[in-house]
């Protein structure tokens, strides 16, 4: 097929993708549904006289209508001044787990009773849901330039839905975790919701107004999803990110670091190559609090006159764009202890309801929280129900009072320690 599209194109590329999906569900402690889920299909990209066309099809038998489609597609094309990625070693990173991807379906409903069985030891009247996947996905990509790169990963992914109600007390929880590695992480992961779960049964009182916040690994996505959204490198061409032309400029409190690290073995995220075939890397893109770069793919790497960081990620119906790999902020000196200890009164974020409220591109948030707890004289004393935090991460997060030495993996591949932030606003009805 790339003999075949270099007739009429100036490069080409084709990218073959091979995945197989096995799905529980769990609905109100109960198992409710088993599917096996198979995508497998063929994209290409071609530039025509400088200009990018894209196609794809899920018949891989369809091979002319699909040379057909991309070359007529490159001719109505953006011109772009793209090349295709050169041969490259990447880093040696373990991200395929023949255990776990041979995991039969009675194993996975065992761990789906495992969970509902520890969360409701926590609390019997939590109604529990939960999906769990176990994927093995297989991608292969080959140029015009040379380059040729296979990936093969297996990863295992859980998602948490817990809700109970007491009367109009309501208690939401919702939690995600993966892995490409099988191993005790996940008991590890479950063992934390019942703990908040335990921690919930308690009420608390709070009033509105500035305090000391402390957010959760769990809760601090409300503030590292403006940081995704402003790194990414479309986002800089296109000069919506409030971060554009400012690389080498401190924009944050010196402790905070934040790296893309895809040379991390037994997380998803990561790998030898990203889907364009370039070599992956970690990269630092906050070093320190001072702004140092940010994540591209070829095509956005092109249009900003830089080079690609191995972060084209794509489906097979969409092309690639720049993504995170594994989104890393850099954990503290501080024990969460000891972070508690010194504050007299405040709150603890474990769970937004929602995320991306507010404008986020902007760097503001505005999030009610479906699970948060009072702190007072260093102690967790209870659940703070009908309560909301907002702020802007450009100027909230100049001054962060500390971080933990504790982090953890939340959101798939976002890895956050506990964030401490010294004075923000605090609303609630109560």
Known sequence: MLDRLMQSADQAEVFEIDSEATKIGFAANKLKSFEVEETQGLAARALVDGKLGFAASSDTTAIDRLIQNVLESARLGDAIPLR????????????????????STDRLIEIGNEVISTLLEADEEANISIDLTRRVRETAVRNSQGAQVAVKIAPLSIMVQVERVRGDDVVTLFEYFTTAKLDETYRRFV????????????????????????????GAPVLALPLIHGLNGKNVYRGISPMAGRVNEQLFDE????????????RPGSGSHDDEGVPRQ??????????????????TAALANTVSTGNGERSLFSPPSPSFSNMVVEAGDQSLDDMLAGIDEGLLVESPLGLGQGNVISGAFS???????????????????????????YEDL???????????WVYGGIQLP?????????????
């Open 84 to 103: 295709f990625a050169q041969p490259a070693s990447g880093p040696e990173v373990r991200v395929y787990d023949p255990e776990l991807a041979a995991l």
């Open 191 to 218: 063992d934390r919701i019942a703990d908040k779960l335990r921690l919930a049964r308690q009420a608390a009182g709070i009033s509105s107004g500035r305090m000391p916040v402390l957010f959760s690994p769990s």
């Open 255 to 266: 402790r905070l670091t934040v790296v893309d690290d895809p040379t991390l073995d037994g």
């Open 282 to 299: 970690r990269n630092v893109l906050i070093e320190s609090g001072r702004l140092t770069g940010f994540i591209y793919d070829l095509k």
């Open 367 to 393: 999030n009610n929280l479906s699970l948060a707890f009072k702190i007072e004289s260093g102690e967790i004393v209870g659940r703070v129900k009908d309560v909301s935090v907002a702020g802007n991460i």
């Open 398 to 408: 100049q001054e962060i009072e500390a971080l933990s030495r504790e982090s953890e």
């Open 418 to 430: 506990y964030m401490l932030l010294p004075d923000l606003n605090v609303v609630t009805r109560t």
